[in-house]
């Protein structure tokens, strides 16, 4: 078997694009990968434009060796995005080798070490007097059977100012804790928007909360920051869905400096990187709880992943399996009461509809921008 093409289709969502790769082969089967750095659609095509030429004629169940001569040809160490081009090959190629000998991902993966995957998702509004919607989103997925509600760091409109987020953050967190209750799980995502000083602050501030997670509090250019907060907050810790590869989570690994890794498949390496750093992780007692926003390709990878790896803490899980482009897309997984199942369909368990997704044209779009106010500029 022999690779004959390398195509990429980026869908777009309504919000958002999603990058859909297909790698085809001369007997007639395909695999099918995803790429993340959501908002820079055009860059990952046009690394995978520079790769396709490596890989045509390419025996596609070399997979390691593929990865290696994807990551190194260019004597440049990859980052974001030939890492989340890398991804969707190194994906699409693990699915067609469970097509070509018949058994679903996970078993190449080793097999199952759990039956099925606890999952979060996410929430979002406010809880204000006169407005509860943050609140009434949470009582309404725990009502759907789910066991975790995740929400992150309020921002207005396109302001964030920290002062003011940190108080009504906590505000939040507290309305949310009293209204699930002690047995639902409560993660918070601060997506990178603060200072260590305001991120200290804010974690000891909802420490009593109990947390099940305190998500990206700092920016991740720097992961030696982190020593700063391990030394100064005692929340758990998650970080790492911005890293291109383990490299750029060994800081945090290392050092035990998180207590769980927020690897992204599609950014990260795929499965052949994603299971390096998930045994990195597990001699340092950290689970992985994978960063999933994603689309139907990085859902279906996610629950294959999870499904095989020791140290799994949760899911991101931000739709239901089929919500999204359930004309292109079809999978073989099952949602019941806040987990996620795969069945034992070959490969990922996933079918590509290519005329369905022409209906799904890619749309040149920015994702929110976000600044203080007095106009500088702060992470989204």
Known sequence: MKITDVRCYPLWGGFRNYTIVVVDTDEGLYGLGEAGLTGRELAIIGAIEHLKPLLIGQDPTRIEHLWQLLSRSAFFPHGKVLGSAISAIDIALWDLHGKALGVPVYELLGGRVRDKCICYPHISGRAIPGDMSLVEAAQRKVAEGWKFVRWHLPEEEDLLE???????????????????????????????????????????????????????????????????????????????????????????????????ARIDLCIAGGFTEARKIAGWCEGHYIDIAVHNPLGPVATSACVHFNLAIPNFGVQEQARLPGDLFPNVVHADLTFVGGYINAGDTPGLGLSFDREAAAAYAFQMRELPHLHRADGGFTNW
């Open 162 to 260: 920290p002062g003011a987020a940190i108080r009504r953050g906590i505000r939040e967190f507290q309305a949310v804790r009293e209204a699930v209750g002690d047995e639902i799980e409560v993660c918070i995502d601060l997506h990178t928007r603060l200072s260590p000083a305001d991120a200290i602050l804010y974690c000891r501030e909802v420490q009593p909360l109990r947390p099940y997670f305190v998500e990206d509090p700092i920016r991740s250019e720097s992961p030696q920051a982190y020593h700063l907060l391990r030394d100064k907050i005692d929340v758990p810790l998650a970080a790492g869905e911005q890293f291109a590869s383990k490299w750029e989570f060994r800081e945090l690994i290392d050092h035990d400096l998180i207590d769980y």
